[in-house]
């Protein structure tokens, strides 16, 4: 088969057929237990991982804005903001702005381990923002990156550079790079088999012997 586009995955793919894909190539730890939803548009989000390592401060910052201003900056087609924050609601540390400076970038949503805000202008402008929640606060003197480009953790799993993530209703995932090309192809097939069981159990057949048919659920 000819590998897909990203376009393709995300017309096909959702996260959970990601992780069934991963589960069947010995990878069952990819996507964080933890609550992190889309806040602004529905649907799929697949690029890759442009992550940033964030951390609490309280003390005004000398160079307030200079490492996530250069992530947005240096974003490239396809890329993710992953904001590795630890689940801190101490601000919100994406906003509307940010997200109108990486859109210009190529970057095609964000993923954020904490907090957000302008979430009424992200949606307006359909811009994909996942978070675990939303506040009011500006990042300044409160948050800050200190890494960009690196692997970073999201409830123990690991996001690193350019790793494949695709994110949904369902949750997050992430696909280590030494495995994407086996699991896409894994998971590509495995979306079109659920499509023919899907199809099976609409005409009349039963749950059992659809499952006995194909050997997908």
Sequence with gaps: MTDPTLADLRAHLTAAVVSDALDAAGYPRQSPRVPIWPLTVPGVLIGRCKTTLWCEMAHPDPRPYELELKAVDDCKPDDVLICAAGGSVRSGVWGEL????????????????????DVAQMRRMAFPAFARSRIVYDSRDRQRVVDVDVPVEIDGVVFEPGALVIADDDGVVVVPRAVEAAVV????????????????????????????RFGVL
């Design 185 to 212: 192809r894994a998971a590509w097939e495995k979306v079109h088999a659920e499509n023919a069981v899907r199809d099976a159990i609409r005409g009349g057949v039963k749950a059992g012997e659809a499952f006995a």
């Design 98 to 117: 940010l997200s109108t400076a990486a859109r210009n970038a190529g970057c095609v949503g964000v993923i954020v381990d904490g907090a957000v805000r």
